[in-house]
């Protein structure tokens, strides 16, 4: 996928997770600047002004949910795509769905998905439009899940669990 390009935010505790990201999504022309947790990435995220964020869950000082809430808050930043990627289970999909989050990526991922899912975002120019936005259809394990509040909700009963639910794709609602 050609064309978007732009600075990524990569926000994870542990060093060799933000590496495989940071390699990745280097080799397709992206800029990457990272951060070691929550904390720190509302320290940098002004100065740094990127163009999208991607978030762990689990990490110390400040976690990836209440993360994603403050920079939802931030009227500077209210607007910047959030990726979470994590081993996330379906309570932490549906809080990431409260706060604001465009999209989920379940560790351990696949790197094709994570550069589809990123210059999908990018190439939107912001996040997802809250008030209509589509979902965005990605193979995950189990077959191609049109993800979104509408999917991933617990009505829709998709399975999300520690090792391997369909986790993708940015969210609308």
Same mark, same amino acid.
């Given at each position: 996928?050609? *064309? ?24 397709? &022309? ?33 976690? =990836? ?10 009227? #500077?930043? #209210? ?14 999909? !549906?809080?990431?769905?409260?706060? =604001? ?29 809250? !008030?209509? &936005?589509? *979902? ?11 993800? &979104? ?11 999300? &669990?520690?090792?391997? *639910?369909?986790?993708? *794709?940015?969210?609308?609602?």
């Amino acid at each position: 996928m050609p *064309g978007a390009s732009g600075r990524v935010l990569v926000v994870d505790d542990n060093k060799v997770i933000r590496q495989l990201i940071r390699v990745n999504l280097e080799l397709e &022309g992206i800029e990457v600047v990272t951060a070691s947790d929550g904390a720190e990435c509302l320290d940098v995220v002004h100065q740094v002004q990127p163009d999208l964020v991607t978030l762990d869950v689990v990490m110390p000082r400040l976690d =990836g949910m209440r993360t994603a809430a403050r920079l939802r808050a931030d009227p #500077r930043t #209210r607007d910047l795509p959030l990726v979470v990627i994590s081993a996330c289970t379906q309570y932490e999909v !549906e809080a990431g769905l409260e706060v =604001g989050v465009d999209a989920f990526l379940a560790k351990p991922f696949d790197p094709a998905e994570l550069v589809s899912v990123v210059r999908e975002l990018l190439e939107r120019g912001g996040a997802v439009d809250r !008030e209509g &936005g589509g *979902g965005l259809e990605l193979g995950m394990g189990l077959g191609a899940v049109e993800v &979104g509040r509408t999917v991933l909700g617990v009505e829709e009963g998709v399975g999300v &669990g520690k090792g391997g *639910g369909p986790i993708a *794709g940015p969210r609308a609602d």
